[in-house]
């Protein structure tokens, strides 16, 4: 049969006409929802913050990560005309803080302050809780990254990173190493340099960092990984020095100390702990990024720069997805350590 529009009932005319102009007012009216959303959370963004800020963090207070928060957060209290509070809530692995956070409403007022291994580690140090902690919390910006040295006692015979190596692997167990816990990067690192050299070393944990340098001082356990802030005191009395530090290049602030590559150890000894601030999933992408932006230019004031460099903290200028690409690195290089060596927290 041959069709013939001019057959067509009007009603029919009409009834088309009208699914066209339906489906038209629908598309606009969808793109005007869009303009006005994107319209929304320009302005979101423009206006943050306008009201104070809390800063929840997994440090106590006095430490060197609270220390230097304390003074980003000054900075950023100056910029945004907006009062920043610190809300130190150590303890639980990090778990304190990470919980009162993750109760917080996700508008930008409420961050919260981590080192890569609460995001990292955790997952693995505590599987039966079965928490990921970017499954609750979206990076928002880079702090900075803190160098691990190699301390030994004064008197101790080895000389350099193949003297201890080469002690290590001589007596499986017989060479220990402390750290300030279980879990924590001093920990980490010794069993990525056992990963690395095929040796097999004691790990002893400590609960205060100044027992455990104490210790190393007096020879037991026979070394540890330390940070500038935690271990110069110490040093300075000269009760330690440091073999090296594990890092790809050395460190301004200790030129004299090697790399652990230099030294006679492996170059893949990098041992490190970033610290960043993150949001409570859900925050607006675009308020995130005023965070970021703001916190990255704050970190270039000459005198947040004078006091990261008294701990040796490198600041960072991390993007985002920088910051997603570290810990995904880190994630799977302590996934391995944590599930060779079958360390829990459970």
């Known amino acids: 049969m041959k069709n013939d529009q001019n057959n067509i009932p009007a009603h029919t005319h009409i009834a088309h006409t009208a699914i066209k102009l339906n489906r038209r007012s629908l598309v606009a009216g969808a793109a005007l929802l869009a303009l006005a959303g994107g319209a929304e959370a320009q302005s979101t963004a423009a206006s943050y913050p306008s009201r104070p800020v809390t800063v929840v963090t997994a440090f106590a207070v006095g430490s060197g990560p609270d220390a230097v928060l304390r003074i980003v957060g000054e900075k950023l209290a100056t910029r945004w005309k907006q009062g920043v509070t610190v809300d130190n809530r150590p303890g639980g692995g990090g ?3 990470i919980e009162y956070a993750r109760r917080a409403k996700p508008d930008g007022y409420t961050l919260l302050q981590l080192d890569s291994e609460h995001i990292s580690a955790l997952p693995y140090l505590y599987k039966n809780r079965n928490f990921n902690t970017l499954d609750h919390f979206d990076p928002v910006a880079p702090l900075f990254l803190t160098p691990f040295f190699v301390a030994v006692p004064t008197a101790s015979p080895w000389k350099n990173m193949a ?7 001589a007596d499986a167990g017989k060479v220990s190493y402390g750290s300030w816990g279980v879990g924590s990067p001093g920990h980490l690192g010794g069993e990525w340099l056992d990963y690395l050299t095929g040796s097999k070393m004691t790990h ?13 001082a007096n020879g037991d356990p026979a070394w540890s990984f330390a940070s500038l802030p935690s271990s110069q005191g110490i040093y300075k009395s000269g009760k330690i020095r440091y073999l090296a530090v594990a890092a790809p290049k050395r460190i301004a602030q200790m030129p004299e100390v090697p790399t652990v590559a230099e030294a006679g150890g492996p170059a893949e000894l990098d041992v490190n702990s970033f610290v960043s601030l993150l949001s409570p999933k859900g925050v607006d992408a675009g308020v995130r990024e005023k965070i970021r932006a703001d916190v990255v230019a704050v970190l270039q004031d000459p005198q947040v ?7 040796a ?9 920088e910051m997603q690409q570290f810990a995904k ?6 996934k391995l350590l944590i599930e060779k060596a079958h360390i829990s927290l459970d």
């Open 95 to 97: 778990f304190v803080a």
């Open 313 to 321: 903290f490198q600041p960072m200028g991390f993007t985002v997805a």
């Open 204 to 216: 002893v944990p400590y609960r205060e960092v100044s027992q455990l340098f104490t210790s190393v």
């Open 163 to 169: 003297d201890l190596i080469k002690a290590a692997k």
């Open 305 to 311: 720069k004078e006091k990261f460099a008294t701990f």
């Open 329 to 334: 690195k880190k994630s799977e290089q302590y």
